[in-house]
């Protein structure tokens, strides 16, 4: 009986192994990615969150300054511990998504 020549198919099953490898190497890199980026998630949601109110705070303001003039007051003084408030929220986001870029490179 010859004996039966299998490199071939060897051949075919290593080669399908290195291509498995490969895959399994890319999801690995990949997910190092997404790992890394995730860390950032906490930072960019209390920016947005401090972004998002220090813009409502501005937005009210805002609408309310034509009454307090109409009605002989100085809107600085009215809203100024506010607007004080806002621009530290809004301060406060930046310095966060500073911290964000850091977290996710």
Request: hydrophobic share 40%; aromatic share 6%; glycine share 6%.
């Amino acid at each position: 009986m010859p004996k039966l020549d299998l490199s071939s198919q060897s051949a075919d099953a290593l080669a399908q192994v290195r291509t498995a490898q490969t895959y399994f190497d890319a999801v690995g890199q990949a997910q190092k990615i997404v790992d890394q980026k995730q860390k950032s998630i906490p930072f960019a949601n209390l920016a947005a969150s401090e972004a998002s109110n220090s813009k409502g705070i501005y937005d009210e303001v805002n609408k309310a300054q034509d009454g307090v003039i109409a009605m002989g007051g100085d809107p600085q003084t009215v809203f100024g511990g506010l607007l004080t408030f806002a621009a530290m929220l809004l301060q406060s986001a930046k310095d966060r998504l500073i911290d964000t870029s850091t977290a996710s490179a």
